[in-house]
Nanobody, 126 residues
Framework: QVHLVESGGGSVQAGGSLRLSCVASGDTTASYSMAWFRQSPGKEREGIVAINSNGDSTLANSVKGRFTGSKDNAKNTLYLQMDSLQPDDTAMYYC????????????????????WGQGTQVTVSS
């Protein structure tokens, strides 16, 4: 069993920054993928960034140039640095973990992930 705990969400004005963290604990395997998804009311859950245990990563086109994902393997922690935030970035942000090191074309598919955190809310005001 794996437990994911997100933190770092909050309310900011447009143009501001936030850094989200997700700590994984429990029975993490040697090869895995961790990812950030987001979902706002009335919209489908969207994959933002995914990073494999070997460092291979995928970033959504919608956030390129503004968001950066990183991972500290020693701490089993996934980060999401969000800069130049816009009102459209308002959403609940979820951390997810797959027990497989997912190939690039699967990393944005929420069904490929085995564990999910409770989410952290990000609200961006104009």
């Amino acid at each position: 069993q794996v437990h994911l705990v997100e933190s770092g969400g909050g309310s900011v004005q447009a143009g501001g920054s936030l850094r989200l963290s997700c700590v994984a604990s429990g029975d993490t395997t040697a090869s895995y993928s961790m990812a950030w998804f987001r979902q706002s009311p009335g919209k489908e859950r969207e994959g933002i960034v995914a990073i494999n245990s070997n460092g291979d990563s995928t970033l959504a086109n919608s956030v390129k140039g503004r968001f950066t994902g990183s991972k500290d393997n020693a701490k089993n922690t996934l980060y999401l640095q969000m800069d130049s935030l816009q009102p459209d970035d308002t959403a609940m942000y979820y951390c997810a973990l797959s027990r497989r090191a997912l190939p690039g074309y699967e990393r944005a598919h929420q069904d490929e992930y085995d564990y999910w955190g409770q989410g952290t809310q990000v609200t961006v005001s104009s």
